[in-house]
């Protein structure tokens, strides 16, 4: 499974569009990507996945390049109440392996008033 | 209804003593999983169970046995624990082995 690099952590304030960056630089051709998010004490939370260019939903942004050795997430006008820490994790669509992501690190998003 | 729910929220237990955290999920998913997460440390995938038969062991230790009485239920019997085995447990649910998972809460494990 391609392994998953982040920031560890990143501050922003209110209203800024924040944008993290994951690199996988190993990512295997049917692999996919999903981003969640995980508040203190309570589970991960889905955000968003894509395979290819650009996904968008109502929370969020994913942006992957051509190579796809790397993946943004962008947070339009974050508030406080998206301090939390975000994962990155790549999948894979193959059935042996199907169902084992792995959860890199994180970052830690700090957002300020 | 798009909710994991997990019991008990807290445990402890004795190195001696067998219990059983219970995940459930009414979403016709397919898929269920449990994760180990320590303290400020990423989810770490135990085991994938893919309509009703175990599809992924990550090596855990057989102090840890899983179980998936039917397609809703996901249980996860503990024997014999030790201390470092107090984590936050995570149950997750997806449409299948390549969707989005939704996880449930959370039982908080102490063995003392």
Known sequence: ?113 | DTEVTQTPKHLVMGMTNKKSLKCEQHMGHRAMYWYKQKAKKPPELMFVYSYEKLSINESVPSRFSPECPNSSLLNLHLHALQPEDSALYLCASSQSLTYEQYFGPGTRLTVT
């Open chain 1, 1 to 113: 499974l391609a392994k998953t690099t982040q920031p560890i952590s990143m501050d922003s304030y209110e209203g800024q569009e924040v944008n993290i960056t994951c690199s996988h630089n190993n990512i295997a051709t049917n692999d996919y990507i999903t981003w969640y998010q995980q508040f203190p004490s309570q589970g991960p939370r889905f955000i968003i996945q894509g395979y290819k260019t650009k996904v968008t939903n109502e929370v969020a942004s994913l942006f992957i390049p051509a190579d796809r050795k790397s993946s943004t997430l962008s947070l339009p006008r974050v508030s406080l109440s998206d301090t939390a820490v975000y994962y990155c994790l790549v999948g894979d669509t193959l059935n042996t392996n199907a169902g084992k992501s792995t959860f890199g690190d994180g970052t830690t998003l700090t957002v300020k008033p």
